[in-house]
């Protein structure tokens, strides 16, 4: 493989690498953003989660 073969390959798995980074973490991030701001809701992406605690006044 050539040096240009090289990079560009290098390159590509650097730019994956980060995508899946930012893909990976989008959720968490968005939820500690929503902490500090003082938006975060515990169970807002799985209400079935806090019926299942026994948590049942929530939803009548």
């Given at each position: 493989?050539?040096?240009?073969?090289?990079?560009?390959?290098?390159?590509?798995?650097?730019?994956?690498?980060?995508?899946?980074?930012?893909?990976?973490?989008?959720?968490?991030?968005?939820?500690?953003?929503?902490?500090?701001?003082g938006?975060y809701?515990?169970?807002?992406?799985?209400?079935?989660?806090?019926?299942?605690?026994?948590?049942?006044?929530?939803?009548?």
């Open positions: 493989m050539s040096r240009g073969g090289k990079a560009i390959t290098i390159g590509l798995v650097v730019a994956l690498g980060i995508a899946n980074g930012f893909y990976s973490f989008a959720p968490a991030l968005k939820d500690e953003r929503d902490k500090r701001e938006t809701l515990r169970y807002k992406r799985n209400p079935i989660a806090f019926h299942s605690l026994g948590n049942k006044k929530a939803h009548e």
